[in-house]
């Protein structure tokens, strides 16, 4: 399987140009089972050169890129009502579900901040700002107080500590001949829906190739069966959640009355 | 090198996915969980729920889905002892079904009422803080009551109850509950009824914490159908709130009540039978203090300023 994976990456790599990236998943298919505590898939690429000797592998530096479906977050500020710390008005923020940023070596190493910037790379509460959107003029009075860098500033320190946003480094895995390998680790919360996946290749600071690849996280057995029977027909799947609970409570008395 | 990875490879213990919650949480601790509580529902004769929701708040499960999911599994708790004393004829079936028609409005409410603080942000803060006024309450009830039973205080002998049911059958629409031998107006175990379900449905409990007291002191009914009939209407009244979260917040996970179920039937069965042998008060005493230590933990987090200060919440 990996040996094809690789030999096809070389094939469609050999048309291209001369410094060039191309990627493949291991899977395109995350199934969400009753035994999910999350996922590992591993990104396969290849760097080609049409240099002449060997492979200048260190020349290169590679970032990697996953995001989970566009996601609303709802912010809100803790409020002191008397003494009781309660949450104020809505601020949502639109971002994907999760972030997971893999690179050869920490970001800043690789490329400058206004490249990585522009590639998203990198999302800075500056930028993110712009997408805080207040859902009442209660929120929009609160967000005029508090800055909205400050609350997109919020907003990544808080995805950051749930691991919904991650940068490793130092994660590349190169072989020979530019062939190389990045584990992706998939929380165990991960959002179902369609994710991207972009690899950026470098080489002195300078971004020379990109490509993208997808994959999709879905429920599925019983898990799926639950959700959508609960989401499609709640009210009949209420009404058989009672059913199962009326049944399982006689049997169980029934049981230990015999014993 | 060669090894292959899959979807699982990242398990480290026994984890079991929740597909409404949509965590994945270890089922062995949500059995124990339900177990403990099971035990002290056997050996006391308390519900349970006022302890299983906090309880599974503590452990990460989203509050809404917590209090959805309790509902279902009272009505599991509950449905056996409402069986069995109906089958000893020990309900009062017109007044229960006075309560149950409130208990199910009442229910109906408090599931929109929990709707109506969820989309505002509140949900969390209200459950909060409701449980910090039932759980002292009934925390320093007990705790008082056992102590008391502990220093042996010579109990008043009670002169024998009266019944004030006078103004009950003053009020409009007054009726004869043969089982109960009362000459009341329907009102009184309707509103009982209502302001239970209201609980029920915004809380994830019974409420029988409540609706016994309230049943003895209020519309004066003969204990030895109190019992009967407090889990005739908390049967069908959690019914109810469970088919309403479901309907109306999807809040409702199976796979969690089931969890629950299969602990709390291993931890009533063994709460009975140790419940028989040891001495009740100093274990009342120590259930109190549960209650307390929950009910604390609650309060502090509701006071103390949050770690961060934002409550982040993905829709």
Request: a positive charge; hydrophobic letters at 55%.
């Amino acid at each position: 399987m990996r040996l094809l994976l690789a030999a096809a990456l070389l094939l469609v790599a050999d048309v291209a140009a001369a410094n060039d990236v191309a990627i493949a998943l291991t899977d395109d298919l995350i199934d969400i089972d009753a035994g999910f505590s999350g996922a590992k898939i591993v990104l396969f690429g290849v760097v080609t050169s049409d240099e002449p000797g060997a492979f200048p592998q260190h020349e290169f530096d590679i970032a990697a890129i996953v995001r989970g479906p566009a996601t609303t977050f709802r912010m809100r500020p803790f409020e002191q009502r008397r003494l009781i710390w309660t949450p104020g008005p809505a601020l949502d923020i639109e971002a994907p579900g999760v972030t997971l940023t893999l690179s050869t070596r920490p970001l800043p190493e690789i490329a400058d901040p206004p490249l990585l910037d522009s590639l998203m790379l990198i999302t800075s509460a500056e930028r993110l700002a712009d997408d805080v959107n207040p859902q009442s003029p209660r929120a929009r009075a609160r967000l005029a107080a508090l800055g909205a860098p400050q609350v997109a500033a919020a907003f990544l320190a808080e995805a950051r500590r749930r691991r919904l946003i991650v940068d490793s480094a130092g994660v590349v895995d190169f072989r020979k001949a530019g062939l190389f390998a990045i584990e992706v680790a998939l929380p165990p919360t991960t959002p179902i829906g369609d994710y991207t996946a972009e690899v950026f290749l470098f080489r002195n600071r300078q971004l020379v190739s990109r490509d993208l690849a997808s994959l999709s996280v879905r429920k599925v057995g019983i898990e799926s069966a639950f959700y959508e029977f609960a989401h499609r027909r709640p009210l009949a799947y209420g009404v058989a959640c009672v059913a199962f609970s009326v049944v399982a409570g006689l049997l169980a008395a029934a049981a230990f009355r015999r014993s | 090198m060669e090894k292959v990875l899959r979807p699982d490879a990242t398990r480290l213990s026994m984890q079991l996915y929740l597909p409404i919650a949509e965590m994945p949480v270890d089922p062995l601790i949500i059995i124990a969980m339900g177990a403990a509580v099971g035990f002290l529902s056997g050996m006391f004769g308390v519900g349970g729920g006022f302890l299983m929701t906090p309880l599974l708040i503590f452990y990460g499960i989203p509050p809404a889905v917590a209090v959805g999911s309790e509902a279902a599994h009272i009505v599991a708790s509950s449905v056996s002892g409402a069986a069995a004393h109906l089958r000893r004829r020990t309900v009062d079936l017109q007044i229960g079904a006075f309560l149950v028609a409130g208990g199910v409005f009442g229910a109906l409410v408090g599931v929109v009422l929990f709707r109506y603080l969820r989309d505002r942000g509140q949900i969390d803060t209200f459950i909060a803080l409701a449980y910090v006024v039932f759980l002292g309450l009934v925390g320093s009830l007990m705790l008082a009551e056992s102590l008391r039973a502990i220093i042996r205080e010579p109990k008043k002998s009670a002169p024998r109850r009266r019944r004030r049911t006078a103004w009950m059958s003053a009020l409009p629409f007054a009726m004869r509950f043969r089982r109960s031998q009362l000459y009341i107006s329907p009102i009184p175990p309707l509103l009982v009824g209502f302001s239970v379900g209201v609980l029920s449905g915004v809380m994830g409990v019974g409420g029988g914490f409540i609706l016994i007291p309230a049943m003895i002191y209020i519309l004066q009914m003969p204990t030895a159908v109190v019992i009967g009939t407090s889990l005739f209407q908390i049967t069908f009244v959690t019914a109810v709130a469970t088919i309403s979260h479901a309907a109306a917040n999807k809040t409702v996970d199976i796979v969690l009540a089931a969890l629950l179920i299969i602990g709390g039937v291993i931890g009533a069965q063994l709460g009975v039978r140790l419940g028989a042998r040891l001495k009740a008060e100093q274990l009342r005493a120590l259930l109190a203090l549960v209650v307390i230590a929950v009910c604390l933990r609650l309060l502090f987090e509701l006071t103390l300023q949050p770690a961060a200060p934002f409550r982040m919440e993905a829709l």
